[in-house]
């Protein structure tokens, strides 16, 4: 399929589809009643854990869509993470669930990145697989990754990566031969890696700040505690119209605020931390000195205010259409009916507090990935902000009385990166995990010794040796595998016996071997190869040739070079012994010194070494040519400890 004609995924989002692996292509009828089935069955499988979970931009949502341009009848939606990338890969994990629920599901998953599942493992994919080979070949499917193999030869299993299969004839293909589909286990390994710690992860996500905000906005957040997003990103994304309607706070005005405590994601909290901002004076917020101990909590809650008072301004701008209840939709009945089926409600009597708590939050999550898809012009933060306060019923006394019992805030100690822990990050994020040797936790008083023995020079010339040797197309140019993990070994007479076949040796005759033919073997000829050896002789011939005028083309250019100070940046071989013999030099004839002006060879590994680290130390610590090139054979450079 030309990638023109695909549908184009919006940036920092993530589309899923949900396919039937063996669907009754006769009765269509059938076919739509069981994915609305089995639309019920999967949201409530997943609402446990969706309506805990926070999104930053747009929630996780499925839609039925009908069979069309050769795709089959599926499940499907599209989410916006915004700048929380760890939102699609809790998509991931949820799509690896219901295909390990439901076997007779394959999922596939894109971004506008393409395949970011096969970019996770990179590095263990095969050579032939690519973006333009892995179009509707890869699945997850009864939770692990299937990957199409590739079929060379007649008869084989699999699909030629000249032509993409499509989506009815892969998953008839999956299958039917699940098991030759199965991804290889360091691939399924890289994705486990990066879905480990799920679900768990959710709650590692979250960050509990004290913030120090309006009474109306306190009751919001404990009756809906998502619309911490929308609030955060009107804030972070605000403009100078946004701003107008902050003058005055007409909805959230100042005067009576509490201390309470305010569920964020890490994303959400970085966000409304780190931006420095300083409100209006017409807008009655002010903030104590920053030597307050309460100064955070200050800023955190002032800032709150400023985004669900732009939220709130935006109210009914989307439509003026009024929103159905839950109740009303015909999903909702189904959808309740699969919660209680799975124990969503623990037990709970129908009425107490626990059961309206989780019902609200079963409703919140139904309207967001139900009701907000089929009809998105209604669902508006703002509009849910004021109908929950014109619903809601608070005392001031009340909530003050809790500031005295308000958990402890989390530690945002995690905002703080040390360069070593960047640096180990970067490194799992690559793919190339520190060696045994390095995972070691290296206090301060030996950190600075290991950063000096931690790398070899030998290893940075045999990683750029292997570098200049591997292969490369249009593509670019491949890093060696074995610059990463393998133990490597130089033989340097090896290497010597190498350049001297290619070259010849200045020293050393030629071998008549390689211009004579053997006389006793003529004899042996027939005449019928008495032209093929004169051909050989001439070819061998024409060679010898060749190789000795282009040594006399680079005796004469070693020449050349020699009166310009292009030699005097190199370091030769014998520049220290020359050192050491200059009383001896004076002395010697005219004949000796014609010869000290010959051209000595070059250590070349000590030029590269040299030039490598000139490189590095013109950077000052910065990213640059030399560092990202050490980086990406997996050799580290401590830094210059020489300040001068």
Not at 102 to 121: C, P, S, T
Not at 329 to 336: A, C, H, S, T, Y
Request: glycine share 6%; proline share 6%.
């Amino acid at each position: 399929m030309d990638a023109l004609r695909r549908p184009a995924i919006p940036e920092d989002a993530v589309q899923y589809k949900l396919f039937l692996v063996q669907p009754d292509p006769s009765d269509a009828g059938t076919n739509e009643k069981f994915l609305q089935q089995l639309l019920e069955n999967i949201l409530a499988e997943i609402a446990p854990l969706l309506v805990q979970y926070i999104w930053q931009h747009q929630p996780f949502n499925l839609t039925r869509y009908p069979e069309k341009g050769g795709e089959p009848a599926h499940l499907g939606g599209v989410t916006v993470f915004g700048d929380n990338v760890e939102d699609e890969w809790f998509i991931t994990y949820l799509l690896n669930c219901i295909t390990c629920t439901f076997k007779d599901v394959a999922a596939v998953v894109n971004d506008n990145d393409g395949q970011f599942l096969l970019i996770e493992a990179a590095e263990h994919l095969p050579k032939w697989l690519d973006p333009d080979s892995s179009e509707n070949r890869v699945f997850l499917y009864q939770g692990e990754l299937h990957i199409l193999p590739n079929r060379i030869h007649p008869g084989e299993i699999g699909w030629p990566k000249e032509s993409v299969p499509t989506v009815g004839q892969a998953l008839e293909m999956l299958h039917l031969h699940t098991e030759h589909c199965l991804a290889r286990k360091p691939i399924r390994s890289a994705l486990a890696r990066r879905l480990d710690g799920y679900p768990e992860k959710i709650q590692q996500n979250f960050h509990h700040a004290h913030c120090y905000i309006p009474a109306s906005i306190a009751v919001v957040l404990s009756r809906s505690p998502d619309l911490i997003a929308p609030a955060v990103s009107a804030f972070y994304l605000r403009d100078p119209l946004d701003l107008q309607a902050c003058r005055t706070f007409r909805t959230f005005p100042p005067d009576a605020r509490v201390m309470t405590s305010v569920k964020f994601t890490r994303c959400l909290y970085a966000q409304l931390n780190q931006q420095s901002f300083i409100p209006d004076r017409r807008s009655g917020f002010t903030l104590p000195p920053r030597t307050h101990p309460q100064y955070r909590a200050h800023e955190l809650g002032m800032k709150l205010a400023h985004g669900f008072e732009i939220l709130c301004s935006k109210s009914g701008q989307s439509s003026s259409v009024q929103e159905p209840s839950v109740s009303s939709n015909p999903l909702w009945r189904g959808f309740l009916d699969s919660l209680k089926k799975n124990g969503y409600f623990k037990g709970e009597l129908e009425g107490s507090a626990r059961y309206k708590d989780l019902m609200m939050s079963a409703e919140n999550f139904f309207k967001q990935s139900i009701t907000s898809t089929h009809q998105p012009g209604i669902y508006n933060h703002g509009d849910e902000v004021l109908k929950i306060l014109k619903d809601a019923s608070y005392s001031l006394e009340d909530l003050n009385l809790q500031e005295a019992h308000l958990p402890p805030e989390d530690s945002d100690a995690w905002l703080d990166i040390s360069p070593q822990e960047l640096e180990r990050l970067l490194e799992e994020r690559g793919g190339r995990g520190l060696s045994d040797s390095t995972r070691k936790t290296v206090g301060p008083d030996n950190e600075e010794q290991e950063e000096e023995t931690g790398y070899s020079l030998v290893a940075v010339t045999q990683g750029m040796k292997s570098f200049i040797n591997a292969m490369s197309s249009h593509e670019g140019a491949e890093i060696p595998r074995s610059c990463l993990s393998d133990p490597f070994s130089f033989d340097p007479d090896a290497v010597t016996s190498a350049l001297d076949r290619l070259l010849g040796n200045k020293d050393d005759e030629l071998d008549s071997d390689d211009f004579e033919d053997d006389d006793d073997g003529d004899e042996e000829d027939n005449e019928n190869k008495d032209e093929e050896v004169q051909k050989d002789e001439s070819d061998e011939q024409t060679d010898a040739e060749t190789l000795e005028s282009l040594r006399k083309y680079m005796d004469e250019m070693d020449q050349e070079l020699q009166s310009t100070n292009i030699g005097k940046s190199f370091t030769q071989t014998n520049k220290v012994g020359n050192k050491s013999d200059t009383n001896k030099s004076s002395s010697v004839t005219a004949g000796s010194e014609l010869a000290e002006e010959e051209i000595q060879p070059l250590d070349v590994d000590l030029n590269l070494v040299k030039n490598l680290l000139e490189s590095l130390a013109s950077q000052a610590g910065l990213a640059g040519p030399a560092s990202n090139l050490l980086q990406s054979l997996g050799i580290h450079i401590p830094p210059d400890a020489d300040k001068s």
